[in-house]
């Protein structure tokens, strides 16, 4: 089981928004994650409004000590081309995200660059969105199968 922590930031829309994709994910078997508030933690989402997040990331996703070699260590999320997860679209149940490089999973998993459509239960901001989906990428979920 892999542990998460959000960290605390200015903007409080998203959190509530992350953690509860979180939970649902991992209730329903997408994911085998818990959130927890640790130091030692295998995945720390950090979402924009916190100072180690520039202002033009949505978030930043940054990995402890990744069980393979090979996974990810950071992933940028943004409106930008030069972060590696993004919003190809975003209306009110749908959204379109763009993996615009590959990446590593922390179990080690390659993720090629590849469109991903996701159903949104209720509107949401881009930038929830996409720390979700990224978190959920990076602890293994299924692309085909996200649904906030």
């Given at each position: 089981m892999f542990s998460v922590k959000?960290?605390?930031g200015e903007n409080r829309k998203?959190?509530?928004?992350?953690k509860n994709c979180l939970?649902?994910?991992s209730r329903e078997g997408l994911i085998d994650a818990a959130l927890c508030a640790g130091k030692n933690v295998d995945l720390l989402v950090?979402?924009?409004g916190v100072s180690e997040v520039s202002e033009n990331a949505a978030c930043m996703l940054v990995a402890g000590e990744p069980k393979k070699k090979k996974a990810a260590r950071e992933i940028r999320c943004g409106l930008s081309s030069r972060d590696?997860?993004?919003?190809?679209?975003i209306s009110g149940k749908s959204a379109m995200l763009?993996?615009?490089t590959e990446i590593y999973t922390l179990e080690g998993e390659l993720l090629e660059r590849q469109e991903i459509p996701v159903s949104l239960e209720e509107p949401a901001e881009p930038e929830a969105v996409l720390a979700a989906a990224g978190a959920l990428l990076l602890l293994g979920a299924d692309p085909e199968r996200l649904k906030f």
């Open positions: 959000i960290a605390e998203t959190l509530p928004y992350i939970k649902k994910a950090v979402p924009r590696a997860l993004t919003l190809s679209s763009a993996l615009q």
